[in-house]
């Protein structure tokens, strides 16, 4: 029965995955649409209700009561003096390049194109005020970081608006908390839920505002592009509206179907324009014009043969409005094809609002993956040249409105990362900034090939890491862990860390008594070993023996044995072993997962006192357990009984004592269960700890024996266990974001891993 239940919530919980498995160890850009969808499956099924939408409402309310607590504990003086510092990667050394992380929101204060808002995936908002030389973080303590869109007041631009939830389809686009709006240029913020996050229904999905258009002269009249996710909510992505400056929003959507990609107003306010574009097909997608500041909508699609793609014929679709015209008439629109997989179906253009269209060109500007990467802009003071792009090359230019396009991506020697999100031109003086999955770019004159790109990352801390990292043993300066889209890296003791092998980086581990062994994992089956101090170049795979076909988490677990460096362990459906240093693996169980077609060991321990023991979760919310680990086949058993049926993030086991073991579990409580995040199994049963620790994915936990700690890594930060059932948020200064993974070194260095903030480090003594 317990499987059969798993097997029923895992269907549902992954309603909108679609997952493919992709090359085994493919180098960057090769089968990039698969391993993006794929994260959806690792990702954001750790985060989904039952029904299959994301807890949003719920998330929310976890962050504001951590921020109730930290505000009480500093007024009472309990706050604990030790802070958490950020040890990058602030950038990430790539090859030749510098990269950073996903921004996907750039907005330029009219007033002067030095002062730059950035939003990153789960970063928070960033801004500049000298072109992006130097990046101050906005919005740590808030109770969303990830940021998909933001609009300034266009007559007073200190006032900031950000759509929080990232739009962009992705399989770790991390949702939201409504509306974030500040007075005084970024200093302090306040939260309007609305209706994009507020608890309705406990089962609502949030919605990811993916753009935000504030009218030129009536500046309490806003618009937001906002899509829902989930499968029950549609109806609710679309155009929504404020006519009080975002302090309240209509309830539903004025434009409703599907979700809402661009929106502008023209520079009078007499017209904005729209776009819906649901990434695998909608009956709404498409182009909307109103002429009543968005109270009404009419559809400008135009009509054959005279019309642009719409409905279940396209997907995701950019839109950019010419500012050279005054008369607000000239579009293009970047219409991607309904499904992830296919070209671009192609640059469209109208001088007449919308009423015929035009496919000026059909050039692919964005691989198989329009749904995920795709921007178009218009010169804000020559017509003929438009900007687009996405995915490999990701900018594109057009000098002659649209009809031919060539590659932008590289000038002066500098060249952008792939998978562009964003692209913004200051209306003075034409200043080019450019996003992407690798931060930000700046081109000073985009119409003079000889203006060289200028990367902006070297003071952006945004990277997206996984679960994994490790320290070396007796150098807390030396460590490794693995990024989303920006490969394996490698800490050397300064905020710039170096990338060193393949990625998306998955788990790593450093051989304990040869520390110049060193292990990293990427995206699906791939193993790597080094025995030259992990440098860059200096891996080789090391994955013989494991059966390539085995279904498989995005980011598999990868667990040294702390008594044999020599021994490890990989999960898939099944455990595999190793005894010579990763030479050779030998799978020694059945399938301990439990579970159907998608399910896979998602965590590994072994006993620190006896290697003998050794346990697994998976997916389906299993937990087995080897008392005879090193023999030839071990048994297993399966001990899930008292869990709720929730995927296994993390275990650790007891220091002298290996029957007594924890877990952490991922998604939310009070949906199909009242239980919570934290167990202990003693004497045979399971021992529900969560107690006052807020309703929250809980990721990793940690024993600390030497001062007989327990944590654990939540979606909003780091806790710590003070007495039974009793919770308080460890260390002061890291940011309200999802802590995917924990590691003490032997000084007391406790460093944690975040999806979006980079690392962070607490010194426990």
Partial sequence: MRGRAVSQ????????????????????????VDRILERSEYFLSKRRLPDGTVGSAL????????????AQMKAEGTLSDA??????????????????????????????????????????????TDAGANWTQLTDDQPALASGSIALDPQNPDIVYVGTGELSFSGDSYHGAGILKSQDAGATWRNTPGPFAEVIEVRRGTAAIGSLAVHPFQTNIILAGAYFRGLDNQPRSG?????????????????????????????????????????????????????????????????????LPNGTAVGRLALALDPNDSTAQTLYAAAGPPNTSGALLGIYKTVDGGQSWDRVSNQSLCGGQCWYDLAIRVHPSNPNVVMAGGAVPPLFISMNGGLSFT?????????????????????????????????????????????????????????????????????????????QDNQTQ?????????????????QTAVDYQSPNI???????????????????????????????????????????????????????????????????????????????????ITAITVAPSNPDVVYTGASTGRVSVSFNALSDPPTFDDISEGLPLRPITALAVDGTDPSTAYVTLAGYSGIDDQQGHVFQRSAGTWIDLSGDLPNIPTNDVLIDSARGGLYVATDIGVYSLQAPGQWLPLGAGLPIVPVVGMKLHSTGILRVGTHGRSAWDLNLN
């Fill in 407 to 483: 590659s932008a991506s590289s000038r002066g020697g500098e060249s952008i990362h792939v998978d562009l999100h964003v692209i913004a031109f200051s209306a003075a003086d034409a200043r080019l900034y450019a996003a992407s999955d690798g931060g930000i770019w700046r081109n000073e004159d985009i119409l003079d090939p000889s203006s060289p790109h200028v990367d902006l990352n070297a003071t952006l801390a945004i990277t997206q890491l996984y679960p994994g990292h490790s320290i070396h043993p007796t150098d807390p300066t030396i460590g490794f862990a693995g990024a």
């Fill in 239 to 307: 155009i929504y509206r404020s006519i009080d400056a975002g302090e309240t929003w209509t309830a539903m959507p004025v434009l409703p179907g599907a979700a809402g990609i661009d929106v502008v107003f023209d520079a009078t306010g007499t017209v904005a324009y729209a776009s819906l574009g649901y990434y695998n097909g909608a009956p709404a997608n498409g182009a909307y014009a109103s002429f009543d500041a968005g109270e009404t909508w009419t559809s400008i699609n135009g009509t054959l043969p005279s019309q």
């Fill in 83 to 128: 802070t958490w510092t950020s040890i990058g990667p602030r950038p990430t050394v790539a090859g030749s390049s510098i990269v950073a992380g996903r921004v996907v929101s750039l907005t330029i204060d009219p007033r002067d194109s030095s002062v730059v808002y950035a939003g990153a995936a789960t970063g928070g908002v960033w801004k500049t």
């Fill in 9 to 32: 919530f895992r269907s549902v919980s992954l309603g909108l995955c679609l997952c493919a498995l992709s090359a085994v160890g493919a180098p960057e850009g090769e089968a990039e």
């Fill in 490 to 506: 490698k800490y050397t003791g300064n905020l710039l860390w170096q990338s060193v092998t393949c990625g998306d980086g998955g």
């Fill in 518 to 600: 060193v292990y990293a994992t990427c995206q699906n089956i791939d193993i790597r070993k080094s025995t030259l101090s992990g440098g860059s170049g200096s891996f080789f795979v090391a994955r013989a023996g494991i059966n390539l076909a085995d279904r498989v988490q995005f980011i598999p677990p990868l667990t040294i044995d702390p008594i044999d460096p020599q021994r490890l362990y990989f999960g898939t459906y099944r455990l595999y072993r190793t005894s010579n240093g990763a030479t050779l693996w030998n799978s020694i169980s059945d399938d301990l997962s439990g579970g159907g077609p998608r399910d896979a």
């Fill in 59 to 70: 998330r929310l309310k976890a962050a504001n009561e951590l921020r109730a607590k930290l």
